[in-house]
């Protein structure tokens, strides 16, 4: 089974990616992609763990892992996420490092707000590459007393509508189309019916024009008449369908809607994915060499 959207600790995930491999095999997925925000820094990890849990089984085949990004966006002054699927590290990397920037910049005007409503906290120390978010800033909340719950968190101050919320840095979302294209990923534009800042088509037609490849048509928060019209929309500009639980790790609740693997998506969908970020490399680019394989 695919899983083409998963965060782990070097982002908002709660597993390592050691952790994340684990509970992928357990769950039947044959291919994972590694999904943090603005930030490459999981891949290695998580390709090791699957080439070692391969070994410990004496498996002739690992589970797949598939390099990728969740790119941090602006457009209609709200937040866009794009995923950016097997993109050339030495050239992404660079700018990534700017995008974490921004994000730490953001996380602590977050924390002075909070500090004005009277709810003071630190952010969590974080190692290298780590991306910071508002789940971390949740975290500290209910490490805080201030809240009994990340969901809480949200609710009272972190939302998008909160007292405490603020808008990434501006970068606009066909700039981060035009980016994952010019270093070699394959842009996604993920879970459309979660963006607020105007009209689906509208925004998709701008997003063609920059170069977009495809869209997440299966996410939790998509109802099925959403998923339906999403896969139409795909069919009519011929583009690639994704999906994924876009999962941080295990819920404060046992049916947590965002449950690894809950698609049970098939792996055929991963070829024609592969064969477009191969037409985005030169020929002399040795196509999957970082990732595991999937098997014979």
Not at 89 to 106: E, S, T
Not at 141 to 150: E, F, I, K, S
């Amino acid at each position: 089974m695919l899983e083409l959207h998963c965060h782990t600790t070097y982002s908002d995930g709660t597993l390592t990616p050691a952790e994340l491999v684990q509970a992928a095999v357990t769950a039947g997925v044959r291919a994972l992609a590694i999904t943090d925000h603005d930030t490459l820094a999981g891949w290695q990890e998580a390709i090791a763990a699957a080439r070692q849990w391969a070994l410990d089984h004496a498996l002739d085949h690992s589970l797949e892992i598939v390099p990728g990004v969740e790119l941090s966006t602006v457009w209609g002054d709200r937040s866009l996420h794009l995923l950016g699927f097997y993109p050339n590290p030495a050239q992404l990397a660079p700018v990534l490092q700017d995008h974490i920037a921004g994000r730490k910049r953001r996380a602590q005007q977050i924390l002075d707000k909070l500090a004005a409503l009277g709810c003071s906290v630190e952010m969590p120390k974080l190692g290298v590459g780590m991306a910071p978010g508002r789940p971390h800033i949740a975290k500290a909340l209910v490490d805080a007393g201030y809240v009994q719950t990340a969901h809480e968190a949200f609710e009272r101050f972190l939302g998008d509508d909160g007292p405490a919320y603020v808008q990434y840095e501006k970068f606009l979302a066909t700039d981060g189309v035009r980016l994952l294209r010019e270093c070699g990923a394959v842009p996604v534009w993920a879970h459309p019916y979660l963006f607020r800042g105007g009209p689906l088509e509208e925004t998709l037609t701008a997003l063609l024009d920059a170069g977009l490849m495809g869209l997440e048509v299966y996410h939790p928060s998509h109802t099925p008449g959403q998923i339906e019209r999403l896969a139409a929309l795909c069919d009519r500009h011929s583009l690639l369908k994704t999906g994924g639980s876009d999962y941080h790790g295990p819920g404060e609740a046992a049916d947590q809607p965002y449950a690894l693997n809950r698609f049970n998506l098939p792996l055929c969908l991963l070829l024609p994915l592969q064969r477009a970020a191969q037409a985005l490399v030169p020929q002399t680019c040795e196509f999957g060499a970082s990732s595991g394989s999937i098997g014979k």
